[in-house]
């Protein structure tokens, strides 16, 4: 039986786009009424700890009315004929609902917290989505939700930058490439002859990719299963 492809899927905020989950660089949306500095840094928890609880609990709220769109449902079936991993920036679940089983958050994940002082500390937030003021972990630390903060370390990306190594495709979807070290992750790919298909509307920075790159521009749940469709044909005709 001849063995799957290895297919790493990079995604960013526009494959959830699609499903309605605003970002920091949308004009609306819960980003619009607050600044990163004020509820996306170590500082800001420490300054208002109220303030960036309660931002958070309004994301988990908004994010639970959300359901995953073409493009996340595309990359889930993939799993029946390809090795795939997914490497999401996103902290949403989307990935999950749709049916990927093998997800690395680089970034954190929103319906989760963890201890303010050891970060292996991790609790499932199961049911709703609002964290108390003064929740605390099992150290009796108060527990902060599991994001990665701007300033902070990714801790998951040597991790990903590994998987990447072993890509015989990378797909990256929905991602500008210029929020750094996720961005790097497209330069770890062994070989410079592995296929690199870009997902985005936009002009991401491409400048410095050497791999036969493909831009399809579109957004992810239309390009995505366009994408997936094409390349399960290619592997079945080699097959």
């Keep these: 039986m001849k063995q799957k492809k290895k297919i790493v899927v ?16 949308d004009s609306d949306g819960l980003w619009a009424n607050y600044r990163i500095e004020d509820v996306c840094t ?19 709220k908004e994010s639970l009315t959300k359901r995953p769109n073409a493009g996340h449902i595309a990359i889930a ?4 004929w390809a090795d795939v991993c997914v490497i999401t920036q996103n902290v949403d679940n989307l ?10 958050h680089l970034h954190g994940e929103l319906m989760k917290l963890r201890s303010e002082v050891n970060p292996e500390l991790v609790y499932d937030i199961n049911e709703g989505w609002e964290q108390g003021l003064d929740d605390r972990g099992e150290d009796g630390e108060l527990l902060r939700p599991n994001i990665v903060f701007f300033g902070e370390d990714v801790p998951m990306f040597d991790i990903a ?25 497209v330069y770890f790919v062994r070989d410079k002859q592995v296929p690199i298909y870009l997902v985005d509307p936009g002009t991401p920075d491409i400048s410095k990719i050497s791999n036969p790159l493909t831009h399809i521009k579109e957004r992810g749940a239309i390009g995505v299963p366009q994408l997936v469709e094409q390349l399960r044909a ?3 005709c080699e097959e």
């Excluded at 990079?10 to 660089?25: L, Y």
């Excluded at 930058?161 to 996720?182: C, F, H, K, N």
């Design 10 to 25: 990079f995604t960013g905020a526009g494959v959830s786009a699609d499903s309605g989950i605003t970002t920091f660089r």
């Design 77 to 80: 079936q993939m799993e029946q």
């Design 234 to 236: 290619e592997l079945e």
């Design 161 to 185: 930058s590994r998987i990447v190594e072993q890509a015989d495709i990378l797909i990256v979807v929905g991602t500008s490439l210029v929020v750094y070290p996720a961005a790097a992750l």
């Design 95 to 104: 990935h999950e609902q749709a049916g990927s089983t093998n997800i690395v």
């Design 42 to 60: 170590a500082e800001a928890i420490k300054r208002n700890r109220a303030q960036v609880i309660e931002f958070y609990n309004m994301r988990r």
